[in-house]
């Protein structure tokens, strides 16, 4: 339906890759006189097919987004949010202008809870909240939570990410490195047989997967002292697939990888561990605080947390995260194998047995040919492949939101360019 000049259209056809045919609701407001608005909404099938090069969204092209983050969000929950964009509910106003205190603000964050909750099976004993600052402010929310300013912690460093936890929890406490990888440029995830942990430590802590250097935990350390517990940033691979949180004290994670828009981050504590704040603590850093308030002390990112539930409600109709992680598996084997066969033309310097399933780091053997590469992959419509700057090279972030058919025409692509250029 063409829009009139006295109309414009809120929703519109859309190709989709790698989803089944579904409803999308459209919605078209009418001016019919000055200041009074008509809001009639229908029903549309729309055809939903997997296309190889690009996504189209009504007259612009959607690109196949590899960023580390913000990264790409699942195609269907950023239509789902469009649609509820101006009225959700038929409640009369955008989720961006409720009251955080409101009802309808109240079932948003109640549902995403309850959601992720499933996903993740939580258990009972852990609470969960939805706090701001990014996964960096936990940096120092941690030792200023969990420790007095002489006790020991110990942290596992196997990339950027992990060394900056450690170098903020100087400022608060004991911190000790007992493995890093930096000497083998983060490559590598340690035994833990071979840990020499501090027997008083309050708490280790691990960054679960490095977004720059592509390595993962594959399985996590036990903490010897048992007044101790695991702590984990998981903002790289929260939600990729199945974990038992019972083997953790705190797993937190910035939204803006697999689960949402930057701006939300979430924090999964044992109950417990809630309460032992220090003095010096800002109010916005006390879990108690967050926790006795639902994580509604102070106006929280409402919309960003309305994004996170819809992520949530679909990857619950995806059949959870057990299904997610063998999409994520798939993608990953496909990638990985594209550049291990190649002869050496491509290389990913990762150990392979803690290569991340979600962020690809690879260089090219002729490395004055990378920035080639990434001019003319971005010509095909695939963007954000440059390294992480203090690294270099490529990568490729492909979390749970990168569809099969978005990995299969960037290895493709590989294919084609060692063919010009090899």
């Known amino acids: 339906m063409a829009a009139s000049t006295n109309s414009f259209l809120i929703g519109n056809q859309t190709q989709i890759p790698s989803l089944k045919p579904k409803s999308i609701s459209q919605s078209f407001i009418h001016f019919t006189k000055p200041n009074t608005i008509n809001l009639t909404t229908r029903t549309k099938s729309v055809s939903i097919r997997c296309a190889s090069a ?7 092209q959607r690109v196949i987004n590899f960023a580390a983050g913000p990264a790409a969000l699942p195609e269907n929950v950023l239509l789902k949010a469009q649609s509820d964009l101006y009225n959700w509910r038929g409640s009369g106003m955008s989720v961006m202008e409720m009251s955080h205190r409101g009802k309808e603000f109240l079932s948003i964050i109640q549902k995403a809870e309850s959601d992720l ?26 030792p200023l939570n969990l420790c007095k300013s002489d006790d020991s912690v110990d942290y596992i ?29 983060y490559t590598k995830v340690p035994t833990f047989d071979g840990l020499e942990q501090s027997s008083d430590a309050k708490y280790l802590h691990i960054c679960a997967n490095e977004t720059i250097h592509g390595v993962e935990f594959k399985d996590y350390p036990l903490v010897e002292n048992p007044d101790g517990v695991l702590i984990a940033d998981m903002s790289s691979n929260f939600c990729s697939k199945p974990v038992d949180v019972s083997k953790f004290g705190v797993i937190y994670a910035g939204a803006q990888k697999n689960v949402g828009p930057s701006g939300v981050t979430i924090v999964i504590i044992r109950k417990d561990l809630i309460g032992n704040a220090r003095d010096i603590t800002p109010v916005m850093l006390d879990y108690k605080i967050h926790d006795e308030n639902s994580s509604l002390y102070n106006t929280p990112p409402c ?20 299904e997610v992680e063998k ?26 047995s803690v290569r991340s399933l979600m962020n690809v780091p690879f260089t090219l053997e002729k490395s004055e040919l990378e920035a080639e590469f990434i001019k003319e992959a971005a010509k095909e ?10 690294v270099g090279g490529m990568r490729a972030s492909i979390y749970n939101a990168m569809p099969l058919a978005g990995v299969e025409k960037l290895v493709a692509f590989m294919k084609d360019f060692q063919a010009r250029h090899a």
């Open 54 to 60: 690009s996504t189209t969204v009504g007259s612009e």
């Open 381 to 390: 419509k695939m963007v954000q492949l440059k390294g992480h700057r203090s």
């Open 157 to 185: 460093v196997t990339g950027s990410w992990g060394d900056k936890a450690f170098k903020e929890a100087k400022k608060y406490c004991n911190p000790k490195v007992i493995w890093s990888g930096k000497s083998e440029k």
């Open 327 to 352: 999409k994520n598996q798939r993608k990953a084997e496909l990638l990985y194998n594209a550049i291990d066969e190649s002869r050496g033309f491509f290389r990913c310097p990762v150990e392979k």
């Open 117 to 142: 909750r499933q996903l993740l099976e939580i258990p009972s004993e852990y609470s969960v909240l939805f706090l701001q600052g990014g996964a960096t402010t936990q940096f120092a929310a941690l």
């Open 303 to 322: 919309f960003g947390i309305y994004m996170c539930g819809l992520v949530f409600d679909d990857l619950l109709e995806q059949g959870g995260l057990k």
